[in-house]
């Protein structure tokens, strides 16, 4: 979302809600926010810092994009702290495949990520969704096999199952539906066909873990982060 100002500034933000006000009431949501942009004193037409080109690229992916983009080039990202992991429908390869989704991740914590050994063998990696397809046949096919391994990546890593950090999957089960703000209603923010859990019960009931955010006092507030 770009939020353009009359003092001439604006801001870019990241968010996991749907535009509909029971997700912002209700829902536990994921936000980025950077802070105000001010305009560039002088115009390049081009990104001038990393920020800015990974968003004019993936801007370049919709069509009808240059109005906007030539909007956004107007303002300075070089205070942004932060790096634009974007998601892009199509089949990449070669370089294309590592600028956008999982295979991006992987790439910006190979460069910038430095943990050592002992650290992530005593890491956990939680990941939090709000809908469940096809992951495969079995638990390598992609999420333990290639999204595991980008998940697991940083400096110098090799991806051996020494070096992995425990794996786990929050995801609401029928009594947190239930008994969150919305009732059973809001189990249609959370998409799982029992065709697709049959499927895949084998490997994925060790690594679902239930909701629970007591310290926060949002545990009726169903996660609808991803």
Request: charged share 20%.
């Amino acid at each position: 979302m770009l939020l353009f100002y009359r003092d001439n500034t604006m801001q870019f933000v990241v968010h996991t809600a749907n535009m509909i006000e029971r997700d912002w009431r209700n829902k536990t949501q994921a936000i980025f926010t950077t802070g105000r942009l001010s305009k560039k004193p002088h115009l390049t037409g081009q990104g001038t810092c990393a920020f800015e080109r990974d968003l004019l690229e993936y801007m370049s992916k919709y069509n009808h994009h240059q109005e906007i983009s030539a909007k956004i080039s107007q303002y300075d990202f070089m205070g942004v702290k932060g790096v634009l992991v974007g998601s892009v429908p199509g089949k990449f390869s070669g370089a294309e495949k590592n600028k956008w989704g999982h295979m991006r991740l992987r790439s910006v914590l190979r460069q910038q990520v430095e943990i050592s050994k002992e650290y992530i063998a005593n890491s956990k990696i939680i990941c939090q969704i709000s809908s469940v397809g096809s992951l495969g046949k079995n638990s390598q096919d992609w999420l333990r096999g290639e999204f595991e391994m980008s998940l697991n990546a940083y400096r110098h890593s090799n991806y051996m199952a020494s070096n992995k950090a425990d794996f786990c999957v929050v995801f609401p089960t029928a009594e947190d539906v239930r008994t969150s703000y919305e009732g059973w209603s809001m189990g249609g923010s959370l998409p799982f066909k029992e065709t697709s859990y049959t499927k895949q019960a084998h490997y994925l009931n060790p690594l679902l873990h239930s909701w629970q955010a007591t310290k926060s006092g949002r545990d009726r507030a169903m996660p609808h982060i991803k």
